[in-house]
């Protein structure tokens, strides 16, 4: 099912293939992150990223190399990211205890293909609730048309939020209209240092856009069943998203198609570094080309607060198996999956909040519905319908 949000009016857009060179925008929020030097530190720090750079095109020029070789440079690699640049989103204090038992909610979506109908007013595809649980986290299914004091319940008790794929309006809709609420919650909260992770997937990222801007800065930039190397900005290495990946498979984002796009619309990377708003809020860590050559913003994420977003859909890796699809299914593409999902729960273990009984947690979770068999009509293999 293609992410196609409705759009009364739209603009243009285009990618570049790999690093553009993205100014980084000052911000406040959060402390930095100890990767942020001092003077005394800057020599390391310029000689790390010269060395770093080294490893990367050794990666990328050849990336099947010896095993004791990899295990070196990963290795070094790490140690050099601990003298690297700063990397703001909200600091946990040492000795801070970990959530293990996260919980991510998602908001369920209307149902807008005819053939769905019959099943259910809203749904949940369940291959993003098999992508959270495979990291080790819950799903709480969020109905729509709740009040705000529901909502503010339900956020006190979850540990992230996932936005995910398909086709609403992204301002008017029940569901845009939710999930603004939840928005504004996760931003208030984070502000006040209680840490809470938002992630959005295609039509989540395009969302995303349209809340922190403010308007519907959305144009035309077909990727319509396709999959595709990410062209990578110079921030990428140094991303919370990305600064854990192995080396060959950071140096495979930039050249196999890991990445399956599903989306007729898009921000493109001019329009999106434009927006003071846009550009102040969110770090491009990739762009892509569309069908029709424009370039549009296909990774984010959040300089002062764990918001996350991708304009593909790393769930597809796994979890969707339709013939009729590009899903990718490479080996690399399938770690890339299981990272992107480890780094987001891992966001949410850092959240600490919770339901006020077992009983209570018990009763929210999805695991009280049961998912429809609807690959025979949809690209999905299962969807949860509410």
């Known amino acids: ?34 990767g942020n030097l001092n003077g005394r530190r800057s020599g390391v720090r310029d000689l790390s990223f010269w060395v770093r750079d080294l490893l990367f095109a050794l990666c990328a020029s050849s990336l099947r190399i010896s095993g004791e070789m990899e295990r070196l440079k ?43 109908l019959p099943f259910g007013k809203t749904y949940i595809p369940a291959s993003y609730v098999k992508y959270v649980e495979s990291a080790g986290a819950r799903v709480v299914p969020i109905r729509l048309n709740q009040t705000r ?39 208030e909260a984070n502000s006040r240092g209680d840490y809470f992770p938002v992630w959005g997937t295609c039509m989540g990222l395009q969302l995303l856009t349209v809340l922190v801007s403010g308007e519907d800065l959305l144009s035309r930039t077909p990727a319509e069943n396709i999959s595709m190397p990410l062209n990578l900005t110079t921030e990428a290495r140094s991303s919370r998203m990305f600064r854990n990946f192995p080396l060959d498979l950071f140096a495979a984002l930039s050249h196999e198609p890991l990445t399956g796009n599903f989306h007729h619309y898009g921000v493109t990377e001019k329009v999106f570094k434009g927006n003071e708003r846009l550009s102040r809020f969110f770090s491009i860590l990739s762009t892509n080309q569309a069908e029709d050559g424009s370039v549009f913003v296909s990774t984010i994420e959040g300089r002062r607060y764990p918001f996350y977003a991708v304009q593909w859909h790393p769930e597809v890796n796994r979890f969707q198996w339709n013939p009729d699809y590009n899903y990718p299914h490479s080996p690399h593409a399938t770690h890339l999956s299981t990272l992107l999902a480890d780094f987001f729960i891992s966001e949410g273990r850092r959240s600490h909040h919770s339901f006020s009984s077992p009983e209570e947690e018990a009763k929210a979770l999805i695991y009280n519905c049961v998912p429809t068999y609807t690959a025979n009509f949809t690209a999905y293999e299962q969807v949860y319908f509410f």
């Open 149 to 187: 004091g529901e909502y503010e319940k339900v956020f006190s008790q979850i540990n992230g939020l996932l936005f995910i794929g398909g086709a609403v309006d992204l301002e008017k809709s029940d569901y845009a209209l939710t999930a603004r609420i939840f928005y504004k919650l996760a931003v």
């Open 1 to 34: 099912m293609l992410d196609v949000p409705h759009k009364p009016h739209t603009l243009s857009a285009r990618p570049l293939l790999f690093p553009s060179k993205t100014p980084s925008h000052s911000s406040s929020g959060f402390p930095p992150c100890a």
């Open 74 to 116: 990963q290795l070094l690699f790490l140690c050099l990211l601990d003298v690297s640049v700063a990397r703001p989103a909200a600091k946990q204090s040492a000795g801070a205890a970990v959530n293990e038992r996260p919980i991510i909610g998602i908001i369920t979506q209307e149902v807008s293909d005819h053939d769905m």
